[in-house]
């Protein structure tokens, strides 16, 4: 099998393994209690902590542990955005990119439909940028958060997070990004990027499904979501995942060691992989930035052919791939991403996406890129 959809999951990688093992079996202790092996537990996980604000450039004491990327992107729109108001009760805006993952869009969904929170959607252009331009426009004295995703999932785009941060802190607004998928391949440090909350998921960089981390900025207040007994300093209460977090941290960890290696080898990868695909389906529109995009993201709509067609004749062929998010597979509503690029919705429904893991080799995206052209094929001639 060539699995290219590493921007749904990817597998625990050995390193991880082998790092977070003695806190699932001998040192299993809770790091809340007082004994030896819940110092042990404590210790490890704070350890963990400081692995990811390593990595993130903020303070050890800014890292909140989740049970994922959604958790995270929850706790930040949310949690930031019921605690601004609090403060000024003028601040009763949020405003999303129209391209955000669902964890943000419902979050922000929730926050009107529930606590009278009214929502700005900002447009994206046809790559799925957001125009700083566009940002300001909405941003103002009664915003309580802005959230823009750093990458995305669907079509890869990478956004200009540091100018649309920029815009936000003139507002004195917090501003969050989704750097769930940008996690490994991008450079994070939030300093530089200028942001007050970033959310990364441990499954997209070979840690463990269910583990994810939110930095928020010491400035910055959240109102919990979880109550509890107040762990993760009262912000997400629940007895901590220290394997998964140290899982979380490793694989932080490894991936931005290799980063700066990885990254520039699935560009050049991936930049092959889209002209054999284009050469072999002259038809194929690649959507999303041809230039600023994730590295290893590779989106295709093929006009007139459904994407899930193509997807089953792949995986005939033994190429795995997704035909948008993960998520959203399943459903058969076109792509709300897709559709905010000015796609039509018919388009919308023939999307591909193949997103490269770090492992892939050339010999892999040449017999995938040759798959793609028989698959095409095969789902044209039963279409004629
Ligand atoms: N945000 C983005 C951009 C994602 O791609 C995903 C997962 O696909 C998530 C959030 C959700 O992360 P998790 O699966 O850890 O809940």
């Known amino acids: 099998m060539i ?18 093992w003695p806190y699932l079996t001998g040192d299993f202790g809770n790091p809340s209690s007082h004994h030896e092996l819940g110092e042990r537990a404590h210790t490890a996980l704070e350890a963990a902590r400081a692995d990811v604000a390593g990595v993130l450039g903020c303070r050890p ?8 990327g959604t958790e995270a992107d929850n706790l930040a729109v ?21 391209v955000e993952h669902p964890a943000v869009l419902e979050s922000a969904r929730s926050l009107a439909r ?17 125009a700083p331009e566009a940002l300001a426009a909405v941003v103002g004295p009664e915003t309580a958060v802005v959230s823009v995703m750093y990458a995305n999932n669907e079509v890869g785009t990478v956004q200009p997070i540091a100018d649309l941060a920029a815009i936000a802190r003139a507002a004195r607004v917090p501003f969050h990004t989704d750097a769930v998928q940008a996690a490994g391949v991008l450079p994070l440090g939030v300093r530089e990027l200028g942001v007050d909350a970033l959310s990364i998921s441990g499954h997209k960089l070979g840690a463990p ?5 939110l930095f928020v900025a010491g ?27 140290v899982a979380l941290a490793t694989a932080l960890r490894l991936a931005e060691a290799e980063r700066t290696t990885a990254a520039p080898r699935l560009v050049a990868l991936r930049r092959d992989f889209v002209a054999h695909v284009v050469e072999l389906v002259p038809e194929a529109l690649l ?8 590295p290893g993201s590779a989106s295709f709509c093929f006009p007139r052919v459904s994407g899930e067609s193509v997807l089953l004749e792949l995986e005939r062929r033994g190429v795995v791939c997704s035909s948008g998010s993960a998520c959203a597979a399943g459903s058969s509503d076109p792509s709300h991403v897709l559709l905010a690029l000015g796609l039509d919705a018919e388009t919308a429904q023939t999307a591909v996406r193949f997103t490269l893991p770090a492992s892939v080799t050339r010999e892999e995206l040449d017999q995938a890129a040759v798959a793609l052209g028989e698959a095409y094929a095969a789902v044209t001639a039963i279409a004629r």
């Open 3 to 20: 699995y290219l959809d590493a921007a749904g999951t990817t597998p625990v990688r050995r390193e991880v393994l082998e790092a977070m």
């Open 61 to 68: 004491s800014e890292v909140v542990f989740t049970s994922g």
């Open 78 to 98: 949310k949690g930031i955005a019921l605690a601004r108001r609090s403060a000024d009760p003028r601040r009763n805006r949020i405003a999303v990119s129209a």
């Open 114 to 130: 529930l606590h009278g929170f009214a929502v700005d959607v900002v447009a994206v252009d046809r790559e799925g940028r957001v």
């Open 209 to 213: 499904k269910g583990v994810g981390a």
């Open 219 to 245: 400035r910055v207040s959240v109102e919990p979501l979880v109550d509890g007994g107040g762990q993760e300093r009262g912000v997400r209460s629940g007895t901590e995942n220290v394997a998964g977090a």
């Open 287 to 294: 959507t999303g930035s041809p230039e600023d995009r994730l």
